[in-house]
């Protein structure tokens, strides 16, 4: 058995513990939500300081060239880029992921369209539990197009080969499962979907900043992603999107706005794209919660994905472990994968009442989440979780599992 005191030295020993400095957490929580909102980088208040009293308050609409807002979306881009395995110029900040997802899914479509012999390639292939907005987008474009096109929904990763074929369009999947925490392979599914002629969409919301990335070797060709949860971007903080050097020429959908124009104060009446990543872009950035984003960035320079992902596992297997030792007795059941190849930076358990224990949970201090239907979410951030927050954190569980600490008839809060 790990006792308390063996978690304290697994701290003493972590060379990433010194992170934990760069955040402003509350003194007193347990904070393992990581994977819905990043905590704060103390680096944000007086970022957020500076961009509002000095660069908006005192020189103004002089900030766009000044500060470099006009260029801010790329420049993002470019930082981030390191951490999703792109390069310099491949990826801009700018919107929400719905919105990004749906420019890269027309885009795909339209290059499969626009391709010799791809007339039958109508098919969208996603998972049915992928993230509802993921499919609400695909759902939504397939219908306002009216040509044919529909969406395939499989059960199971293990039916996506099977259901990708010759009139497979598109692949769009999420690289780890919001609910289970799942981590596809993306370097095989990319390869197979390609062997059969389809083009390949990434959401990486729950593997950016989580888990190592590398699209250029996996050979995707879009992806999209939040900025708010494992980058620590801030809340409703713009996601970002990446293009494949290979597409960025023939990147094109609905939504063009001057943002993306070749040469945007020409004030051209005729829409005319960049010829690099700023095609991707459509409108007037927000630049206050974009210029955020760059404080949780400059964290990851003081470390590696690799260090980062070794002590992910080192946190998820010691709270796989501590709860199915300690919480065996209950009806609790783990639905992330054991396997590391397999699995994210979250765990999430099965439990009947598991919305009213997370709910308990949170009032004692220990933050989770729930996910339907009957999951109690764990999120992992090695930035700055420790392994004596894990040790608590299960500690609180057991109580509230053994003296039943939860009110079976909690009612609902918006958000859970």
């Known amino acids: 058995m790990i006792s308390r005191n063996d978690t304290l030295v697994m701290d003493q020993q972590d060379v990433l513990a010194c992170l934990r400095d760069e955040f402003s957490l509350p003194a007193g929580i347990i904070y393992l939500d990581g994977n819905s909102l990043g905590a704060q980088p103390k680096a944000a208040a007086s970022r957020a300081a500076a961009i509002i009293e000095q660069e908006w308050g005192t020189d103004l609409i002089r900030s766009w060239n000044q500060a470099g807002w006009f260029d801010l979306a790329v420049t993002l881009g470019d930082s981030l880029a390191p951490l999703i395995g792109a390069g310099a110029g491949e990826v801009v900040v700018t919107d929400n992921t719905s919105v990004n997802l749906f420019k890269a899914l027309a885009a795909a479509l339209q290059i499969q369209a626009a391709q010799k012999n791809t007339a039958n390639r109508r098919v969208i292939v996603t998972e049915r539990s992928n993230f509802p907005t993921d499919i609400y987008i695909a759902q939504g474009l397939t219908r306002w197009l009216d040509k044919g096109y529909s969406l395939c929904l499989v059960d199971t990763p293990d039916e996506l080969q099977a259901a990708i074929t010759d009139d497979t369009a598109v692949l769009m999947l999420t690289h780890v499962n919001y609910r289970t925490g799942q981590l ?95 095609c991707a872009l459509s409108g007037t950035q927000p630049i206050v919660s974009q210029a955020l984003i760059q404080c949780g960035l400059d964290v990851f320079g003081k470390t590696t994905m690799q260090a980062l992902r070794v002590k992910s596992l080192a946190l998820t297997d010691l709270f796989i472990q501590l709860v199915e030792t300690r919480c065996g007795h209950h009806p609790v059941t783990l639905v992330t994968p054991r396997d590391h190849a397999q699995r994210g930076s979250q765990v999430s358990f099965e439990h009947p009442h598991a919305y009213a224990i997370i709910h308990s949970l949170i009032e004692q201090g220990v933050i989770g989440d729930y996910r339907e239907p009957s999951i109690m979410r764990f999120g992992f951030t090695p930035l700055y979780t420790r392994f004596v927050d894990v040790w608590d954190a299960v500690e609180c569980l057991v109580d509230t599992l053994n003296q039943k600490k939860y009110n079976v008839n909690q009612s609902r809060n918006s958000v859970t």
């Not at 980058?231 to 020429?249: D, K, M, R, T």
Request: aromatic residues 12%; charged residues 10%; hydrophobic residues 45%.
């Open 184 to 278: 596809l392979d993306m370097q095989a599914l990319t390869r197979h979907a390609h062997d059969q002629g389809a083009l390949v969409i990434w959401d990486l919301c729950h593997s950016a900043g989580a888990v190592p990335i590398d699209l250029a070797m996996a050979g995707a060709d879009f992806a999209v992603g939040c900025t708010y949860k494992y980058l620590n971007g801030g809340p409703g903080s713009p996601a970002f999107i990446w293009v494949a050097p290979e597409h960025q020429l023939q990147f094109s959908h609905p939504l063009s706005g001057w943002w993306g124009h070749a040469a945007p104060f020409n004030m051209d009446p005729t829409f005319k794209p960049a010829p690099s990543i700023r």
